[in-house]
């Protein structure tokens, strides 16, 4: 390419800069406004910066950035994210600068007297080099993303930690929570999670409203009002969900995220035949506003246990021990459906003939204790507390 022609593409490098802002300014609406502050000198000096590059570099063999212009161009890109606009913005800009610095100057080359061959490897050059200025700001874009996602990351499991240990009406959590963009709910719940291996948790479409933070080989989560538990679902993963409370007593959540994840892993929390196939499976959600009155039930082991053996010993004395937990369970069964053979059946699932015998059976153990309104609220608090405290 012959020294007029690059010369005259110099001479025409400011009125190429201020079409390719105005072209930017009109067909990309991110870039409407951005008017004479910051983002204008952003903008010019991207621009200029990225022209002089370009034929600076023409008829060498030099690549397309050094250091110096992949760093810009990697900062401009890191500081879009941190405006808050979108990397296809910037990636728009780039393609209309492109376009608009190509008609500029192909003009300038061809009243220069530059041949078909030379307009041919100016364009060449130009899209390829827009090609390397939005590789290295995607770059930036991409790392300043990860780098501030991380940070947000730190502060909020440093938020969350406040919480569940009841600092979170604190001066101290309100900061970090200003500052981690989390708001401060009045109420919480508290879960604690766990997931096979390479299962991603919690679902994209929540993963922003909780806190999360690893706790060992589960992660704690804590769930503001307005994510419903079932939404937290995911296969593999098992949640279980402690009691809501107000955020000053998120460590009575957790603790009753973990009594409840207790009797799940022990196989002895107690379904409803509704929700049995999905509260008996290893994943899911379990939530603890669903099962308060096994919690409750089961709080005391030893009053559960002593009050057991007082009511059951002649189920225990006189039937095999493989029928105990048989007739236990038509026994709750037969208890908290008022007796109604039909309805006992349907959540055994058995036929309605089984439940009268089995009935027969705890008649001619427990005799009139079946039917003593104490014996039987009795009864149906200890059966509630679950099979570990039959055992």
């Known amino acids: 390419m012959t020294t007029d022609v690059v010369d005259a593409l110099r001479e025409r490098l400011p009125a190429a800069s201020d079409a390719t802002i105005a072209a930017i300014r009109i067909e990309v609406p991110s870039y409407a406004e951005f008017g004479s502050g910051r983002i204008a000198q952003v903008v010019r000096r991207g621009v200029e ?28 890109g890191a500081g879009e994210w941190r405006t808050g606009r979108s990397m296809e913005a910037l990636l728009a800009a780039y393609r209309t600068g492109a376009r608009v610095a190509w008609e500029q100057m192909s003009a300038a080359a061809v009243e220069a007297g530059a041949s078909a061959a030379d307009i041919v490897s100016l364009a060449e050059a130009i899209f390829v080099y827009i090609d390397e200025l939005s590789g290295a700001s995607a770059a930036g874009y991409a790392e300043a993303q990860i780098a501030d996602a991380g940070r947000l990351q730190s502060l909020r499991a440093r938020l969350l930690r406040l ?76 949640v279980t969900v402690g009691v809501r409370a107000a955020l000053e007593d998120a460590g009575e959540s957790l603790r009753t995220a973990e009594r409840l994840l207790g009797l799940r892993e022990s196989g002895s929390l107690l379904v409803t035949p509704s929700r049995g196939a999905q509260e008996r499976s290893a994943g899911g959600v379990v939530a603890a506003d669903e099962h308060l009155l096994q919690l409750a039930a089961s709080a005391d082991p030893l009053v559960i246990r002593h009050l057991r053996g007082r009511l059951f010993a002649p189920i225990l004395e006189t039937v095999s021990p493989a029928r105990v937990p048989q007739l236990l369970e038509t026994l709750q069964a037969w208890l908290v459906t008022g007796g109604d053979r039909a309805a006992c059946a349907a959540w055994l699932n058995v036929h309605p003939q089984t439940v009268s015998y089995r ?30 405290a039959e055992a």
Not at 53 to 58: E, G, Q
Not at 184 to 202: F, H, I, K, M, N
Not at 361 to 388: H, K, N, W, Y
């Open 359 to 388: 009935v027969s059976g705890l008649r001619a153990a427990l005799g009139a204790a079946l039917d003593d309104p104490r014996r039987r609220q009795e009864m149906i608090v200890v059966l509630a507390a679950g099979p570990a």
């Open 49 to 76: 910066n990225a022209l002089e590059r370009w034929i600076a570099l023409l008829g060498t063999s030099d690549d397309a950035l050094d250091s110096g212009s992949r760093r810009l161009y990697s900062q401009i």
């Open 163 to 238: 919480i569940v240990e009841g600092a979170g009406g604190g001066e101290a959590a309100q900061a970090l929570a200003s500052e981690a963009d989390w708001p401060l709910p009045q109420q919480v719940a508290v879960a604690l999670v766990t997931s096979e291996p390479g299962v991603r948790w919690p679902p994209l479409a929540v993963g922003s409203a909780l806190l999360v933070a690893d706790r060992g080989e589960a992660r704690l989560a804590v769930i503001p009002p307005q994510v419903e538990w079932s939404s937290l679902g995911v296969p593999g993963v098992a």
